[in-house]
């Protein structure tokens, strides 16, 4: 019985893994205007694949797209993928405002992807003037604060090394 599982859950990996490579790499297919819509919300598949995210986290999620996450996650633990997944912004699941990850389309639209982007050339946090004057974002004051009171200082002295390099 045990055995049938196993098998089960790598059937549904290979196909979720599968699936992801078909909505990544095959472009205007109309099957893909679903899934491409859903996860348009979190930045996009492509940008959700990189993220340092936990599927706990989205809600209303169907479980086929789940079941994407978790294998590909699985995969990237598998094969040790470390390209800076911790240090991206959006999606992070040990960046939590009121509980939650957070994602704020118009700063993904604007490039804002990753910690250092929100260093000066000092490594210090940018000030919210300095931050208005670079990007031209309309947040106010007490969500940008709140946003880098959200970072844990480990990923941000995690993003100040890996801005170095």
């Not at 859903?38 to 492509?46: E, Q, R, S, V, Y």
């Not at 999606?91 to 939650?100: A, H, Q």
């Not at 709140?146 to 993003?159: E, H, R, T, W, Y």
Request: with cysteine.
């Amino acid at each position: 019985m045990h055995r049938a599982g196993e098998l089960s859950s790598k059937v549904n990996n290979n196909r979720a893994n599968d699936y992801c490579y078909r909505l990544l790499f095959r472009d205007n297919c109309n099957w893909k205007v679903v899934p491409d819509n859903f996860f348009n919300k979190h930045g996009g598949l492509n940008f959700l694949l990189r993220c340092n995210c936990d599927v706990k986290y989205l809600r209303h999620i169907p479980t086929f797209y789940r079941d994407i996450l978790i294998a590909f996650d699985e995969i990237k633990t598998l094969y040790n993928y470390d390209q800076g997944t911790e240090t991206i912004l959006f999606n992070n699941k040990e960046i939590l405002v009121d509980g939650k990850p957070l994602f704020i389309r118009e700063w993904f639209i604007k490039g804002i992807h990753t910690i250092q982007q929100l260093f000066n050339e000092n490594g210090q946090y940018l000030t919210f003037q300095e931050f208005q004057a670079k990007y031209h974002c309309n947040t106010n004051f007490l969500q940008f604060y709140q946003i880098l009171s959200a970072i844990p200082v480990s990923l941000k002295n995690k993003a100040r090394a890996q801005g170095k390099i």
